[in-house]
């Protein structure tokens, strides 16, 4: 199994909510990582998790809080988002220092 | 600090001639080069790495790509385009030395128009 799923597909909120994004993978990869992404640009990375300890985080605003409940699960918990964080959030995994990531399918969030 | 450029916007390329996609880095150290694809609303795909060894790389879907130290260059190839290898095209470097677990650096993308 080399996939990395993530949910839900699309979400839209206001600005006052609260939700969260899942991924999973089942590979045994020990990093796995949230990226968000804007409409024809690169990859940002947010976070980093390392045998499930948050071993990088980008500077990121504590709007995003991210998680990591056990070695195959990654939630990124969103509270009081702006519109300008309306975008393709990316999950992926990894294994070793020269291994490539896999990338789930990503959520589009939109923020109203 | 590491970066990898990308110096084309957008490539366009008849089906069925060779196609170039361009990729510079840097790094301190020895790079780890990754090129990655993506299609319209998807994730990233692999395509290939180089770590080490053989400085041409075969990846998947026929595409490789020649490490050249000199030039710090990681092109990406392929003998002959299909329309389906239109998408978008992220190269990729992680320095091995720069610390923070595998914390690698996108290229901004370059778009490429297979044209039938």
């Known amino acids: 199994d080399t996939e990395v799923t993530q949910t839900p597909k699309h979400l839209v909120m206001g600005m006052t909510n609260k939700k969260s994004l899942k991924c999973e993978q089942h590979?045994?990869?020990?990093?796995m990582y949230w990226y968000k992404q804007k409409a024809k640009k690169p990859p940002e990375l947010m976070f980093v998790?390392?045998?499930?300890?948050?071993?990088i985080n980008e500077s990121v605003p504590s709007r995003f809080s991210p998680e990591c409940p056990n070695s195959s699960l990654l939630n990124l918990h969103l509270h009081a988002l702006q519109p300008e964080d309306s975008a393709l959030y990316l999950c992926?995994?990894?294994?070793?220092?020269?291994?490539?990531?896999?990338f789930g399918p990503g959520t589009r969030l939109t923020v109203l | 600090a590491q970066s990898v450029a990308q110096p084309e916007d957008q490539v366009n390329v008849a089906e069925g001639n060779p196609l170039t996609v361009k990729c510079t880095y840097s790094?301190?150290?020895?790079?780890?080069l990754f090129w990655y694809v993506q299609y319209p609303n998807r994730g990233l795909q692999f395509l290939l790495k180089?770590?080490?060894?053989?400085?041409l790389v075969k990846g998947s879907y026929g595409f490789e790509a020649e490490f050249n130290k000199s030039q710090t260059s990681f092109h990406l190839k392929k003998p002959s385009a299909l329309v389906s290898d239109s998408a978008l095209y992220f190269c990729?470097?992680?320095?091995?030395?720069?610390?923070?677990?595998?914390?690698?650096?996108f290229g901004i993308g370059t778009k490429l128009q297979v044209i039938p």
């Open positions: 992926a995994s990894s294994q070793g220092s020269t291994a490539p990531q896999y």
């Open positions: 590979m045994g990869h020990r990093a």
């Open positions: 998790y390392s045998y499930e300890k948050l071993s």
């Open positions: 790094v301190s150290g020895n790079p780890y």
């Open positions: 180089y770590i080490t060894g053989d400085n």
């Open positions: 990729a470097v992680r320095d091995p030395d720069s610390g923070g677990y595998q914390k690698v650096t």
